[in-house]
Each structure stands twice: as structure tokens, then as C-alpha cells.
């Protein structure tokens, strides 16, 4: 089966514009996460989705970014007006929803995003 | 709040080397430890897990034992391979809710042979 997929794997922007990423999970996994990986850093959680459950919004870093996932499948992270700051790797994961201790995440390859 | 530390790199060994790759926490209460592994022109992997203190979580000879006393999950092999060349990640979990991971920087191993 195939693994969780993300588009495009590249995107250079002008500072200012707004860009959409995509993410495609595992076919059957109910929970999605969004997580962002900047030069020298780790990766930081941006949002999560579990089924038909309001997503947990807490790691956005400013009201500029926002995600939303239909039909409880393919997601999309829309960055607007971007800034040169929000340069990084966005990676996508999936899993089966399960209790924290015992659920694996599996990652996408990330989309890397320059803002010019 | 939570955070992970490792060690920085790169780390350049030599093939059939020992390696350690350090990770210490800071979190409360009883977290979940996790080693993931990137290489090159991958996703993330789990490499290994542990979920309580004094468990060890292995996999293609890694191996990391959770120490809740000294607050580390330091990740070893004995004997590593030029294939095992990839960035290799520490990360938490507090087991509230769901799983939400917390990564520490990643360390980059090279080896050659």
C-alpha cells in the first residue's frame, strides 16, 4: 500500500502570496498531523485531525495558517501572505488514531517551502 | 514546557563502530520516548519506542533504554553500517490525549567505510 503522500514536494513563493500544501495519509488512518521543520530546528506541531472531531489548532503559529481535511482524507495547509520566516519543511503524517502510548505516526517525504 | 535535547552533528564513524547518540528530556509526568530515523530522500521512520521507565526499545540492532533518573533515551548499536547514514531524531510524547510528539533537533550520522 502506498504511503502517506504530500504535493508539491517543492514551492518557491513571493513573500506576500498565499500558498496551499497538500497531504495525502494512509488509506484507513483517522488521525492527520501537520508538523513544520525549520533550519536548525526540530519539528513543531502545527495541527492535528482525528475523524469527524474539531482538529486540536494549538500549534499554528499565527492566524495566517490554517488546515482543513475532507472527508475525513486528503488535507490541505493554506499559508496566507507569506513571510520569509515561514520558509521550512512541512511534513504531513498519518496513523491508525490510537491510544497515544501505542499509535505510530508514519511521515510523508515534506513539502519545502521558500518564501522569497 | 516539554522539550528534547540531542546531541549536534554530524556524527562521523567508521564503518563497524560503536555508536551513542545522546537525548535527554524535560516533560511531566510519565512520557513516551521515541527514536525516529530520516535518510536520505525519505520520510521520517520509528526506529524504536519505549513507553514506561527502565523498558528498552530496539530494532536493527538500536537499542535505547528509558532512564526516568537521568531523564535520557540515548540511542547505541555496536557495530553501524554505511546504509545506517541518516539524521536520526529523539522525540517525546506525554500520553495525554493524542499522540503529540515533540522532537529535539536531530543529529546527523555519517559513515563511511
Known amino acids: 500500500g502506498a504511503g502517506v503522500s504530500q504535493s508539491p514536494s517543492n514551492k518557491v513563493t513571493e513573500k506576500g502570496k498565499d500558498v496551499e500544501l497538500r497531504c495525502d495519509p494512509i488509506?484507513?488512518?483517522?488521525?492527520l498531523y501537520w508538523y513544520r521543520q525549520s533550519l536548525g530546528q526540530g519539528l513543531e506541531f502545527l495541527i492535528y485531525?482525528?475523524?469527524?472531531?474539531?482538529?486540536?489548532k494549538s500549534g499554528l503559529p499565527s492566524d495566517r495558517f490554517s488546515a482543513e481535511r475532507t472527508g475525513g482524507s486528503v488535507s490541505t495547509l493554506t499559508i496566507q501572505r507569506t513571510q520569509q520566516e515561514d520558509s521550512a519543511v512541512y511534513l504531513c503524517?498519518?496513523?491508525?488514531?490510537?491510544?497515544?502510548?501505542?499509535?505510530?505516526?508514519?511521515f510523508g517525504p515534506g513539502t519545502r517551502l521558500t518564501v522569497l | 514546557g516539554d522539550s528534547v535535547t540531542q546531541m549536534e552533528g554530524p556524527v562521523t564513524l567508521s564503518e563497524e563502530a560503536f555508536l551513542t547518540i545522546n537525548c535527554t528530556y524535560t516533560?511531566?509526568?510519565?512520557?513516551?520516548l521515541f527514536w525516529y530515523v530520516q535518510y536520505p530522500g525519505e520520510g521520517l521512520q520509528l526506529l524504536l519506542k519505549?513507553?514506561?521507565?527502565?523498558d528498552k526499545g530496539s530494532n536493527k540492532g538500536f537499542e535505547a533504554t528509558y532512564r526516568k533518573e537521568t531523564t535520557s533515551f540515548h540511542l547505541e548499536k555496536g557495530s553501524v553500517q554505511v546504509s545506517d547514514s541518516a539524521v536520526y531524531f529523539c522525540?517525546?510524547?506525554?500520553?495525554?490525549?493524542?499522540?503529540?510528539?515533540?522532537f529535539g533537533t536531530g543529529t546527523r550520522l555519517l559513515v563511511s567505510p
Open positions: 516533560a511531566t509526568g510519565y512520557p513516551s
Open positions: 519505549a513507553t514506561k521507565a527502565d
Open positions: 522525540a517525546l510524547d506525554r500520553n495525554t490525549g493524542f499522540q503529540k510528539l515533540v
Open positions: 485531525f482525528q475523524g469527524n472531531s474539531a482538529p486540536d
Open positions: 488509506s484507513g488512518h483517522t488521525a
Open positions: 503524517a498519518s496513523s491508525l488514531g490510537g491510544l497515544a502510548g501505542t499509535d505510530t505516526q508514519y
